[in-house]
């Protein structure tokens, strides 16, 4: 039974931190720039703490979010490499990995290496063999360059504290025809239940997307609760300083 929605976790426990300060980077880490707490005007958002994650495979979630809904307009087919990124416990990895059958295959992405021993004792219970945990950093997934065909971030973006080293890598990740598709809670719209630093406008995802390399393809807005836009390469695009 949960009480009220905090972020955009439930509060199980007075006991349970859903949030997590950034920790520095690891002795093995490439030196990166400091974390940001605002870009392009947006606030951005503490990362998840792993010990929320049973709020993820809530059993009311696909009441609240029809996620099969997504699901079904991800215009995902068998053979194809997905990344889930910020996959948590594998909600969505788990599913998308029997999507794309045995010569498809999943790369799921998380900072927290306790999420992806989640993962994988879920993966081990379900028998799937299709997928590649990945212990990525602040500034870089760690995913093969030009073969991903597509990358699923749901309700995680807004928490990226380094959004532009972030989808730079995720860019030169992607395959020719390769795909981002940005889930996020809509920040027009005040009944849904989330705060404030845990949704996002299309307006102002049009203000960072864009400006890092990857057009608009595609929407998809019959989600309750949140936005569903494709973002593929803009070959047109030239960096710029800011």
Known sequence: MFLRFVGCCLVLSSAVAFAQERPPAKPADVVQPPALTEYKGRKIAQTMHFLGAEWLIRENREQEERCSLLLTNLGVKRGMNI???????????????????????????????????????????????????????????????????LILCVDVYHEFSHPKQMLSAMRESLSPDGLIALVEYRAEDPEVPIKPEHKMTKEQILKEYPANGLKLVKEFDKLPWQHLMFFGRDESWKPTKE
Do not use: W
């Not at 997934?141 to 991903?148: F, H, M, N, V, W």
């Open 83 to 149: 990344c889930d990124m910020g996959c948590g416990n594998g909600f969505y990895t788990l599913q998308l990995a029997k999507m794309v059958g045995e010569k498809g295959h999943l790369y799921a992405v998380d900072i927290q290496p306790e999420m992806l021993k989640f993962l994988n004792d879920r993966a081990d219970k379900q028998g799937v063999k299709n997928v590649s945990p990945i212990l990525g950093t602040f500034t870089n997934p760690r995913l093969p360059a030009g073969k991903i065909d």
